[in-house]
């Protein structure tokens, strides 16, 4: 009976010391999970963002943030889609089938005013200058805005830089209505402009001018008309999140956090958002797509505003004009609150968005 309860009395011991051994161990791991400033896999947090667009130069700091792990860091799990278009962004967070995404800060204002209540909130401005305008070529004979009365316009539906033609109409005197227009799909935009089945396009200048050029026209034989080159003082692309998302301001800084060190990484060393780009998108054109990305960092998001004030924020003045200037252009009947389109209340500190000048 004596050698029966040492048994017992033995095996209860070394279960002991197993149990504390898978303590000590899951202690450890998740002391060296806090050292290495990622949080163990059951605290993280999972979010669907969405682009607005394919995976390109111009949006690579995201793939940074999430190859780098800096989300995770954060405690954040995001799995990361292409869109098809601002509008498509916005929609997919508006009905929570996205958390998070990256849309036109332009047609958020549209959504807003048409449903209040409901509103999608902007809470990083990632393109100070927007990147929107028409593109033509020299041998349509257009050389003027004034030109394009009476000629044909090809764009997407859904393109920012078409729903806000009438906009830049009015700001140069042009009679919109002259215009014809002709609905294309994406890739079918730049080779009609080329074969001539229209005059001009619409669409952002990094991807319209670059894509022409891949079709074998001289960048001296492109003309282009940028918006932002005629005072319309409109903001482009920010992060935009759901109205559940909202209400978990710790999640929004995180992910704002992550975001803004891998972008500022990719504008002091544009490369490494090419190689990311790369990954995800093995038959990428990277030479392109480095193009893209230079020329966007340099007119949409390395702005002389961004320089002094950091990424990210607004000029409250300049924001709640373009807010009433949009409204306008969409014929909205009322412009929405600016306060309930952007905010600034989950940006991390000024310090932390602060670019090289």
């Known amino acids: 009976m004596i050698g029966v309860a040492r048994m017992l009395a033995d095996g209860a011991e070394k279960r002991s010391r197993g149990a504390t051994r898978r303590m000590l161990g899951g202690l450890a791991l998740a002391a060296a999970a806090a050292l290495a400033g990622v949080a163990p896999a059951a605290a993280q947090t999972s979010l669907k963002f969405t682009l607005d667009w394919v995976f390109q130069g111009p949006t690579s700091p995201f793939l940074v943030a999430l190859d780098k792990g800096y989300y995770k860091a954060e405690g954040l799990d995001?799995?990361?889609?292409?869109?098809?278009?601002?509008?498509?962004?916005?929609?997919?967070?508006?009905?929570?089938?996205?958390?998070?995404?990256?849309?036109?800060?332009?047609?958020?204002?549209?959504?807003?005013?048409?449903?209040?209540?409901?509103?999608?909130?902007?809470?990083?401005?990632?393109?100070?200058?927007?990147?929107?305008?028409?593109?033509?070529?020299?041998?349509?004979?257009?050389?003027?805005?004034?030109?394009?009365?009476?000629?044909?316009?090809?764009?997407?539906?859904?393109?920012?830089?078409?729903?806000?033609?009438?906009?830049?109409?009015?700001?140069?005197?042009?009679?919109?209505?002259?215009?014809?227009?002709?609905?294309?799909?994406?890739?079918?935009?730049?080779?009609?402009?080329?074969?001539?089945?229209v005059d001009f396009i619409t669409g952002h200048y990094f991807s319209s001018v670059l894509d022409l050029e891949a079709r074998g026209v001289k960048p001296e034989d492109i003309v282009s008309f940028n918006y932002s080159d005629y005072k319309m003082d409109v903001y482009g692309n920010g992060i935009i999140i759901s109205p559940a998302l909202a209400a978990k301001p710790d999640v929004v800084k995180g992910f704002l956090r992550a975001t803004a060190k891998a972008w500022k990484e990719v504008a002091g060393n544009p490369a490494i958002g090419i190689a990311a780009a790369a990954k995800r998108d093995p038959l990428l054109d990277q030479k392109l797509e480095a193009r893209r990305l230079d020329l966007s960092l340099k007119m949409n998001v390395l702005t002389p505003y961004v320089k002094e004030n950091g990424m990210g924020d607004v000029d409250p003045a300049r924001f709640a004009r373009s807010v009433k200037d949009v409204a306008e252009a969409f014929g909205l009947p009322t412009a929405p609150d600016p306060d309930k389109v952007f905010s600034g209340k989950y940006l991390p500190p000024k310090a932390e968005r602060m670019v090289a000048p």
């Open 78 to 197: 995001v799995t990361m889609d292409p869109g098809q278009g601002s509008a498509g962004a916005v929609q997919r967070v508006a009905t929570g089938a996205y958390d998070i995404g990256f849309a036109d800060v332009n047609s958020l204002i549209e959504y807003n005013a048409k449903n209040a209540g409901k509103e999608v909130l902007c809470v990083f401005m990632a393109y100070d200058f927007p990147p929107f305008g028409v593109h033509t070529l020299k041998k349509t004979g257009i050389a003027k805005p004034a030109d394009l009365a009476g000629k044909k316009l090809g764009a997407p539906v859904f393109d920012a830089s078409y729903r806000l033609f009438p906009a830049f109409a009015k700001k140069v005197g042009l009679d919109a209505s002259t215009v014809q227009f002709v609905n294309l799909t994406p890739q079918l935009r730049e080779q009609s402009l080329v074969q001539g089945s």
